[in-house]
Each structure stands twice: as C-alpha cells, then as structure tokens.
C-alpha cells in the first residue's frame, strides 16, 4: 500500500508531465490550481519538491474525462481533491502508458518509402562503440574544426524505438550527448509520455557536429554524416523511428517540404516505419503545436504495439 505523500507525488509528477505535454489530462472545465487543492487536502505539511504548476487556462474539453478533470470537479463538488487523486491514481506509474493508449489518432497511412544512404557510401562499421570512436575523429565535413565533442548518439543498442534529431546544441557540444539542454528535457518527457523511458530509446541525430550558432546543418554536412545515421539504424533495427523536425525528417527522406506535408504519414526508411514530429525545441517556442505533437506520439506507441 503506498503512501498518501507517495500517491500525490505519483500525481503531481503525472499531471506535470500532462501539462508539459499539452495531453488530454490537462483539459479542465474550469480553471484550478491542481496543487493548492493538493496541499489544502494534504493532513500533514511537507517541504516542497516541485516546481509551481502554472495556471492552466481553461479550454473547451475534447474527448474523456481526464484525472485532473475529475480533481476539478470533485473540488468544485466539495470533495478532497487529494482524496480523488489517490484513488485516481493507485496506478500512477502505469497512467502515462494508459493515457498514451485511449483515444489515439488512427495510424495513418503510408508514405514517403526511401532507401537511403545508398549502401555503397555505407560502410559495414560492425557496432555502435565503432561508429562512436570513428565519429568522435570525423573530419569529414567543415563542423570538426567548430565541435568541442562529437556527439555520436547514446541509448539502448537493441532500441525499439530511434528517435532522431537535427544536430548537437550547445549543451551537447560540450557534454557529447545528444538531448541534453532544454529541448532535451522535454524530449524525455515525451519519451515518457508514451512509456519508452529515454534509457529504452536510442537517440541520434542527423549530424553528430555542432553547425556554429545552431544553424541549420547545410546539405553537404547532411550528406556527409547520414552513413553514420544509416548503420546506426541497421545495427540497432528499431521497431520505429521518430524524426524530430523538418530539418531531420527532410535529411532522411532526401525531400523538401514543409513539417505539415510529412507528418500524419508513416513513412518507410530503410524498411523501418518513421514518423514525423515537431521538434521539442519548437515545442518549447510554440506550445500550441504540442497537442497535434501528442498525437504523433500516439500514433509512435500504436506502431510499437502492433505485432508485425
Ligand atoms: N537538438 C537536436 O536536434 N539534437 C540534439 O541533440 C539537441 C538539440
């Protein structure tokens, strides 16, 4: 049995996580600060550890009735907001998957099929590590002479899910990490929004170099880089790929048009079904783009539940 406090952690960590993401928990019929209701039910006062949970604008419910709107509601009824959350919520760490699964948008069909890089310009590098130590000497292109690290991609070698992004930040230049600044932070979220944790994911991106100012990797440093990307993915074989924006999603499907025409399409790289998202750090500059976002991650989790 667990704890009061243990419960409404499990809650708070839940709706936060909802909210970052724009998900249908967070849809309330009126305005409420989930957390004042949290303490004001709360017998025993403890030192916080959150971060304070902005006001949430109220917004026309769409499907469902999320946990946070029934805690609104049964705190409007008088009811223990705390009281409805725990037993809301005696299976918080199963809700992200849970949430992930109801309602989702149905899988789109197919679309872009690309086989990419040509072989021929793919060498048989025979494993992740060798693909990371020959990326970290790269001198391929002109972002070796700006990088402090190289940034090869980290996570697990048997993934099922490959997300890709654009090319390192700052944070990652000077970590070797991939996703590790604030675009990072809610990449993980993402991630856990549709339980595959970030330790279970593999993550790359396109280039492995840091472009000078974050500018958008030119097509010859694209070019350059995408044999690494492409024996990174035949070596891990993920069950989807995720591509994180239109500068990722157009290196990989060698097209070019807008995020709009590529998303809501299962595309086929390399054998392998790849959709197509915002990337977080356009999340972070215009979270209205985070519930189509939602969907899309969706539309990852069924691909990974399917059995073929
Ligand atoms: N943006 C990316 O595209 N990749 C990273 O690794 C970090 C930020």
Redesign the pocket.
Known sequence: MRSRSTVSDAMRHYLELQQDLGGDEVIFDAPVDVRAALRASDPAPRAETVAPVAPVAPVAPRSGIGLSAQVARATAAGRPAAAVAAAATEAAPDRPAAAARQGPPPIPGPGLTIVSPRSAEMPAWASLDEIAAIVRECRKCPLCETRTHA?PGEGNPSARLMVV?????E??DLSGR????R??DLLNKMLEAIAVPRAEAF?A?VVKCRPPKNRVPLPDERQACLPYLGRQVALVQPKVLLA??GT?AEAMLGIKKSLGALRLQVHSWNGIPLIVTY???ALLRNPDWKRPAWDDLRIVRQLLDRDT
Do not use: C, K
């Open positions: 940034v992004g654009e090319g390192p930040g944070s990652e991939p996703f590790v600044g675009a990072g993550i991106n994180l924006g990722a990337h977080p750090a």
